[in-house]
Structure formats: C-alpha cells, structure tokens
C-alpha cells in the first residue's frame, strides 16, 4: 500500500500521525509537484518516525519523461530510496 501525495511537501497528515501504519506500508507514490524536493522530504519524515528510509519505495507518476525518469532514479539512488515509475502519457510518447 502506499500514501498518496498531491503536492511537494510529501505524505499525507494522516500518513505522519500513525506510525505503525508508515513501517507497514511499501512506499509513497508522488503524483504531482517537483518530484525533485519529493524524496529529500520523504526522508527527512521517515527519520522523524524513526523507520528506515532505506527500506521504502517511492513510485513516480506525474508527467514523467524518459531522462527526468533516469534523473529520479539517480536521486533516488543518491538518497537511499527504491525508485519506481508508474505509466504516464508523456513517459509512453517519449523516446
């Protein structure tokens, strides 16, 4: 299962409330605002959950193109989160 987001400041108010439910769930899934500031932020929380970052997934969906695909994925790399990458229109019409 995974948090939705709908902008940049990251998880949802229930998602920093409840804990348990956040060591449970896989991952967050960003789906709209700079996906850049998205994981630094993610992290940051999790810390202060005291849950292993490293451990979690964030899935991006929100116009990805093929290199801001690959540039997430090296973001993701540098900040210890597992990337994954949903289908979008602009993602299946870039080559």
Not at 4 to 31: H, M, T, Y
Not at 58 to 75: E, F, R, W
Not at 80 to 92: H, K, Q, R, V, Y
Request: charged fraction near 30%; aromatic fraction near 10%; charge should be positive.
């Amino acid at each position: 299962m995974f948090s939705a987001s709908r902008n940049s400041g990251c998880p949802r108010q229930d998602f920093v409330k409840d804990p348990e439910r956040a060591k449970r769930w896989i991952g967050l899934r960003q789906d709209s605002g700079d996906p850049f500031v998205y994981a630094a932020r993610a992290r940051e929380i999790y810390q202060s959950m005291n849950i292993d970052h490293t451990t979690k997934m964030i899935v991006y969906s929100d116009a990805l193109t093929v290199d801001k695909a690959l540039a997430l994925k090296k973001q993701c790399d540098e900040v210890g989160f597992t990337g994954a990458w949903s289908s979008s229109l602009e993602l299946s019409r870039s080559r």
